[in-house]
């Protein structure tokens, strides 16, 4: 049998973490496939509803990348999404998504390397835990 | 200082002395209007706006009944003041959900004279109907009810109600207090100056203090919150999964009563009867295709959760989308154990305070670090 693929759905902000992705892609720097992004303008722009509808569609995990603190090509849309993540969280966790399957994190424009350690170390975390429990549940559930 | 008034009534006269104590309000300049609930006619009861004394005598505050959450009433009546300064009586958690509703700038209480009235809890709109045939009135409710015994035949006062932490009211101008008052007794406290001033011109006289009062409301408080958390534990234990949850849910058939009833179902325009909802045919083949299946219609859970994610900050326990659910679906528990969690991780509690922002109001820069994890 082959290996658990995890499918991880990826909000990363133009002026940072996309450029990271770039910057990375570039470099010559490789990352693992899993990470299927989705290039926004901001994070503040990821409505929770992405986020739920990515995991109810069976995403094994969501990575929001955004600017770090004060570096906001907005001022504090990461800030924004930083509360939200909070509340989402709290909301998925009590219906078995943990936090270890929905993450936020900050990489600048020139950290292609960090963006490659992050995608790395989020797929190696959901091989580990195996597929969402919402996957393959189908669109019966939802 | 908190003034009281001993209002005394004789049997079956509860009413009229209430009546005696809005018509002297009125009269007397303190209000223009008052909103309160009101038998109407024979049967059945509704908050009423008044602005004639001569119409106060059908007054009924206590009878246990809410058919609508009497804060979407506020932010009718004060959205786009009217000017005229009104009284209004409503409950404990209708005032919370009023509170929130001030934060969001859908309710001006700058003319309000707000007076909270102590609740024992209500019945569903049809449950009502019931209590009323059986000859149930607000003064038999009142004394079963602070004996604890609100069951009748085949049904008894809301699972909300049953949980609810807030028998009395915060953030108003005056209280009627009946919880603890001796048989044939109702307190009027006056909290602010608005309401000081209002009891002033109401004819009434200040005297007497509602003695028994805290301790009952202590004890009443105490049931109601054991009563909260083993609830919580149980719809926890039975939900611990989207699947479970999706069962629970299963019934929905995405009418959204439930984001109607709610008091602080904030959107002045929903998302999901947007065109961002409105699908087109190749839309939904194309969900089909990807499981060879879609149930219609779709997105039920999606629905609830965003609701959540909107609504939980925010959500009073109230009851009404229970209540409103035209399957039975008892939705308080989901809202609530939700808003539990939620609110807690702001450390915001709805409807505590005007003055305590909302959690998605504001933001600073060096919180909430343990969400990414990242020190620079």
Redesign the interface.
């Known amino acids: 049998m082959s290996e658990f693929e995890p499918k991880i759905v990826a909000f990363f902000c133009n002026w940072c973490t996309f450029t990271a992705a770039d910057l990375a892609g570039t470099s010559r720097l490789s990352y693992p496939p899993n990470i299927k992004i989705i290039r926004v303008m901001c994070s503040g722009m990821v409505d929770?509803?992405y986020v739920?509808?990515a995991f109810?569609?069976g995403a094994d995990g969501v990575l929001i990348g955004g600017c770090?603190?004060?570096d906001c090509h907005y001022i504090?849309g990461n800030?924004?999404a930083?509360?939200?993540?909070?509340?989402?969280?709290?909301?998925l966790?009590?219906?078995?998504?943990g936090e270890e399957r929905f993450?936020?994190?900050?990489i600048a424009a020139s950290e292609g390397n960090m963006l490659k350690e992050v995608a790395d170390e989020m797929t190696a975390k959901l091989k580990q835990l195996g597929p969402s429990?919402?996957q393959?549940?189908?669109?019966?559930?939802? | 200082m908190a003034k009281f008034a001993k209002l005394s009534f004789k049997k079956d006269e509860l009413n009229k002395e209430l009546s005696g104590f809005f018509k002297g309000i009125m009269e007397n300049g303190a209000v223009d209007a008052v909103l309160a609930p009101m038998a109407q006619g024979k049967k059945g009861n509704r908050l009423t706006l008044v602005t004639s004394a001569a119409n106060i005598g059908q007054i009924d505050p206590f009878a246990p009944i809410a058919a609508v959450s009497g804060a979407k009433i506020a932010s009718s009546l004060t959205s786009r003041p009217s000017g005229r300064k009104v009284a209004m009586v409503l409950r404990p958690c209708e005032i919370r959900a009023v509170v929130e509703l001030v934060k969001l700038k859908q309710v001006n209480l700058d003319d309000v004279v707000m007076i909270g009235m102590d609740c024992l809890g209500r019945y569903e709109n049809t449950d009502f109907a019931k209590f009323q045939e059986q000859g149930g009135t607000s003064e038999s409710f009142l004394e079963n009810a602070q004996a604890g015994k609100t069951a009748m035949a085949d049904c008894d006062i809301i699972g909300a109600c049953k949980i609810c932490e807030f028998p009395t009211a915060d953030n108003v101008d005056m209280r009627l207090c009946v919880i603890g008052a001796d048989e044939g007794s109702v307190f009027v406290e006056a909290v602010t100056n608005k309401g000081e001033e209002a009891l002033g011109k109401s004819g009434l006289k200040a005297g007497g203090v509602p003695a028994g009062r805290g301790e009952a409301v202590k004890k009443l408080v105490a049931t109601r919150t054991e009563a909260r958390d083993k609830k919580f534990a149980e719809f926890?234990a039975e939900?611990?999964?989207?699947?479970?949850?999706?069962d629970k849910l299963s019934a929905c058939i995405n009418c959204y009563n439930c984001r109607v009833a709610c008091p602080v179902c904030y959107c002045k325009e929903c998302?999901f009867i947007t065109d961002t909802f409105r699908h087109t045919g190749e839309q939904f083949m194309m969900?089909?295709d990807?499981?060879?299946?879609?149930?219609m219609p779709?997105?039920?859970?999606?629905y609830h959760?965003?609701r959540?994610?909107h609504m939980?900050?925010f959500c009073v326990g109230c009851g009404q989308c229970t209540s409103a659910c035209p399957n039975d679906i008892d939705l308080m528990p989901l809202f609530r154990?939700?808003a539990d969690?939620?609110q807690a991780?702001?450390n915001y509690q709805a409807g505590r305070s005007v003055d305590e922002e909302q959690?998605?109001a504001g933001?600073?820069?060096?919180?909430?670090v343990e969400?990414?994890g990242?020190v620079?």
Request: aromatic share 10%; glycine share 4%; proline share 5%.
């Open positions: 929770p509803k739920l509808k109810l569609n770090w603190p004060g504090n800030l924004k930083r509360r939200r993540v909070a509340l989402v969280t709290e909301l966790k009590q219906y078995g998504i993450w936020l994190r900050w429990p919402l393959n549940k189908g669109q019966m559930a939802v | 926890r939900t611990n999964t989207f699947e479970a949850l999706s998302v969900w089909a990807k499981d060879g299946m879609l149930k779709n997105d039920t859970l999606f959760l965003t959540i994610t939980s900050l154990t939700s969690k939620t991780r702001f959690p998605m933001f600073k820069s060096d919180e909430l969400v990414t990242q620079k």
